[in-house]
């Protein structure tokens, strides 16, 4: 289990490093303090999956160095093409989601608008 993990580490330093434009990334170092941002998290969570990781941007978020993300994803099984060929769920999983609640400010922009208005409405948001 321990080489599963270091292999992991490895992998997710690597990755953060190419994603964040850095030469380096050791496992110790936080995401967002080497530079990393939202955006950003989406393209390491891709990137993760693409090396056949199973982890989501809320895992990022918790355990933001890769030693401690190696450590929290390390016991799940790696995702492979076939699995992914086999399921169309796990090829089709979001990598993010949200809580209902998190989109009431765009409901009430919406309330009682027309879909013109309120496209013009969240232009002035913005």
């Not at 016991?75 to 699995?83: F, I, N, V």
């Amino acid at each position: 289990m321990a080489d599963v993990i270091a292999a992991t580490e490895a992998t997710l330093c690597q990755i953060l490093a190419d994603v964040l434009g850095l030469d380096v990334v050791r496992p110790q170092d936080g995401f967002f303090e080497v530079g990393g941002d939202s955006v950003l998290a989406v393209q390491v969570i891709a990137r993760a999956r693409g090396a056949g990781l199973v982890l989501s941007v809320r895992d990022l978020f918790d355990h933001q160095t890769a030693e401690t993300l190696a450590a929290a994803i390390g016991g799940r099984p790696a995702a492979s093409e076939a699995d992914s060929a086999a399921s169309p769920v796990a090829a089709e999983s979001p990598l993010l989601t949200f809580a209902d609640d998190e989109f009431g400010e765009f409901e009430e922009i919406d309330a009682g608008l027309q879909a013109s208005e309120a496209e013009g409405e969240w232009e002035t948001l913005t």
